[in-house]
């Protein structure tokens, strides 16, 4: 995975990006700056803007102000579809698959505005072996991890160059989250860049390179895992100001080792990596 001391010039850049939805203004004045080989993170609590900033990015809202560039060039007027032929593809919140089609014909679909590359419906099948088998079932009469482990196929198939992922871990159990994640290597070592969007801020920090926190449209926090603390995080996330982050800190019970329980932090233990 390569660093951005090592990596040369920015892939995506969003710069002073502010996005309405009717009247309601979703972000403001937002940017951030994706180098190659990089999983950089957004986390932040529901109604952030964290999803609408990558719909932004793959199109599928028109910002008010404010400009995104891929690979040098500017890409803010450019369709959706555009976009995708582009390399910028993106696995929405919910899955959207097709239904009342297979596993492959929707695999096929993500072919449809596909770039030349590595990934084909045989490689994603590698990647996902138990697909194989079951290429002919509708995905309506799949679990939500297995829809997810399509989803994120589908996108593989268009070969992109980078990866927007939307609440992976939405509404599925630990044990399924973590095998999800645990294609991430694969995906980097085929050369494609992840931007993520996670409610789950220990997963996040376990695979991001870097991280953005945001907070009603705002940027809140911005950093490595390594160079930030807990507390920053938090504080971040909810919008707590010392004296607010010490209410937090204070109403939530240790744990019985010493450590703060919070329901931001699942899986995370004294053994578990740092933030």
């Not at 993106?90 to 899955?95: D, F, Q």
């Not at 198939?157 to 095998?179: C, T």
Request: glycine residues 10%; proline residues 7%; aromatic residues 4%.
């Amino acid at each position: 995975m390569s660093t951005r001391d090592e990596s040369g010039g920015p892939l995506l850049e969003v710069r002073d990006l502010v996005v309405h939805h009717g009247q309601l203004r979703a972000l403001s004045g937002i940017s951030l700056t994706v180098y190659p080989g990089e999983v950089y993170a957004l986390i932040g609590a529901n109604g952030a803007g964290k999803s609408t900033l990558l719909r932004t990015i793959a199109g599928l809202h028109h910002p008010t102000s404010g400009s995104i560039s891929y690979d040098g060039k500017d890409v803010t007027g450019l369709r959706p579809e555009k976009r995708a032929t582009a390399g910028i593809v993106m696995v929405p919140e919910g899955r959207r698959l097709f239904p009342s089609l297979t596993l492959e014909e929707n695999l096929k679909v993500g072919g449809s505005f596909a770039r030349k590359g590595p990934w084909t419906i045989e490689r994603v099948y590698d990647l996902f072996p138990w697909m194989k088998e079951r290429r002919g079932q509708k995905t309506a009469q799949m679990s939500g991890g297995e829809q997810q482990s399509v989803a994120i196929g589908r996108a593989l198939v268009a070969n992109p160059r980078v990866l927007l992922l939307d609440e992976l871990s939405l509404g599925l159990a630990p044990v399924i989250v973590q095998r999800i994640y645990a294609m991430l290597p694969q995906v980097l070592e085929s050369g494609i860049t992840v931007l993520l969007v996670e409610q789950d801020v220990s997963q996040a920090l376990r695979v991001a390179t870097h991280l953005q926190c945001l907070l009603e449209g705002h940027t809140t926090l911005e950093g490595t895992p390594d160079e930030v603390t807990r507390e920053q995080v938090e504080a971040a996330y909810f919008g707590a100001g010392p004296a607010a982050q010490a209410e937090v800190s204070s109403s939530t019970p240790p744990d019985p080792d010493g450590q703060r329980s919070n329901a931001l932090w699942p899986g995370l233990t004294p053994s578990s990596r740092a933030c």
